[in-house]
């Protein structure tokens, strides 16, 4: 089956600094792949859908400057948080989705931000 | 937009026995729907899509059935073992042009025990 990376699998930074998580799919191409963050004992939010070549399209109450995201090819996503603060700590997950509406997830980004 | 409630929380049964997860929804009904498997501390894995002309679709010991007029999909597994301990999320996808948003449901988390 279709298989997508994240990197790194968990992080610790300080706060104000900014943080860098990778989402690949390794064996398939994705033009479309969305960021969620998830907190304990609750569901995946998405936060944006990125596209590749064009600007993500972010949902209602994610700040775009603080979490930026580059789809720079076909198989590889960035999502970047700026300035981190603790509340930003938070399980982030990627995913990719293929030609029949079938979604790939990462195996996810523990951000601690201390 | 669209609401997902599944059933419960946790869910606890005996090895063997059928587990049946609930996942209902409120809005518009969707093109198609899709059950998850997530273990702790990592990305959700796809296990299977039912569309809306389909009432019914079997993998393995698992199964799914989605009724458009009760806005509901059941999820069974079948002669449950430990190794089925997870949570299982449902999603939906966005409607019209969101198609690729989907929304997951909070997950029912089961334990099978031995």
């Known amino acids: 089956g279709a298989v997508v990376s994240q990197h790194p699998s968990r992080v610790i930074c300080k706060s104000g600094t900014s943080v860098k998580i990778e989402c690949r799919s390794l064996d398939f191409q994705a033009t479309t792949m969305f960021w969620y963050r998830q907190f304990p004992k609750q569901s995946l939010m998405l936060m944006a859908t990125s596209n590749e070549g064009s600007k993500a399209t972010y949902e209602q109450g994610v700040e775009k400057d603080k979490f930026l995201i580059n789809h720079a090819s076909l198989t590889l996503s960035t999502l970047t948080v700026t300035s981190a603060h603790p509340e930003d700590s938070s399980f982030y997950i990627c995913s990719a989705e293929d030609r029949n509406w079938e979604q790939y997830f990462g195996p996810g980004t523990r951000l601690t931000v201390t | 937009s669209q609401k997902i409630e599944q059933n419960s929380e946790a869910l606890n049964i005996q090895e063997g026995k059928t587990a049946t997860l609930t996942c209902n929804y409120t809005n518009y009904s969707p093109a198609y729907l899709q059950w998850y498997r997530q273990d702790p501390g990592r990305g959700p894995v796809f296990l299977l899509l039912i569309r809306e002309n389909e009432k019914e679709k079997r993998k393995e010991r698992l199964k799914v059935t989605f009724d458009t007029t009760l806005k509901q999909s059941l999820f069974h597994i079948t002669a449950s073992q430990p190794a089925d301990s997870a949570t299982y999320l449902c999603?939906?996808?966005?409607?019209?042009?969101?198609?690729?948003?989907?929304?997951f449901g909070d997950g029912t988390t089961l334990t099978v025990k031995p």
């Open positions: 999603a939906l996808p966005g409607h019209n042009t969101n198609a690729g948003k989907s929304t």
